[in-house]
Each structure stands twice: as structure tokens, then as C-alpha cells.
């Protein structure tokens, strides 16, 4: 699979999962303990941080390695 649609399926998986969960991007954040902007950012192909990553996969029912699992070139959220 080519690294792009990785990335892709991996940002269309945090929204879906986010939708599911009834929580707004400002919801998220706030239980992420991030800004809004943080998680608009993540849901755009931004890395998140290991500790955001780790916080937001738990809170979606995700593991938090898919977040880094792309060899493709991201730049990385610094929470």
C-alpha cells in the first residue's frame, strides 16, 4: 500500500472514530489535554507527539502506533 494512503486511512480512521464517539475536535482536545487546533492539525496528516498519540489512541480504541507506522516524511506535532 503506498505510504500517502496510509496516511490517509490513518487520518479518515480519527475522524470516523472521533464521529462515533459523538466528540467535537474541541472535545478530543480537551481530553488530550491539547488545543483544538492540535487535534484539526493531527486530523490533517501532522504527527502527534508520542504522548498524544498515546492519549488519543486510548480514547478512540486505537493503537497508538498507527500514528507512526507511515515511512512517509510528516512533520511532528510538538505538544
Same mark, same amino acid.
Given at each position: 500500500?503506498?505510504?500517502?494512503?496510509?496516511?490517509?486511512?490513518?487520518?479518515?480512521? #480519527?475522524?470516523?472514530?472521533?464521529?462515533?464517539?459523538?466528540?467535537?475536535? @474541541?472535545?478530543? %482536545?480537551?481530553?488530550? =489535554?491539547? +488545543?483544538? /487546533?492540535?487535534?484539526?492539525? #493531527?486530523?490533517?496528516?501532522?504527527?502527534?507527539?508520542?504522548?498524544?498519540? @498515546?492519549?488519543? %489512541?486510548?480514547?478512540? =480504541?486505537? +493503537?497508538? /502506533?498507527?500514528?507512526?507506522?507511515?515511512?512517509?516524511?510528516?512533520?511532528?506535532?510538538?505538544?
Amino acid at each position: 500500500m503506498h505510504n500517502k494512503n496510509v496516511a490517509s486511512e490513518v487520518r479518515e480512521l #480519527i475522524k470516523e472514530k472521533r464521529a462515533a464517539l459523538n466528540l467535537t475536535q @474541541k472535545q478530543l %482536545a480537551d481530553l488530550v =489535554g491539547v +488545543d483544538r /487546533t492540535t487535534i484539526s492539525k #493531527i486530523e490533517n496528516g501532522i504527527r502527534p507527539s508520542v504522548n498524544s498519540a @498515546k492519549k488519543i %489512541a486510548q480514547i478512540l =480504541g486505537l +493503537d497508538w /502506533t498507527i500514528f507512526f507506522d507511515s515511512d512517509e516524511e510528516h512533520q511532528t506535532e510538538t505538544a
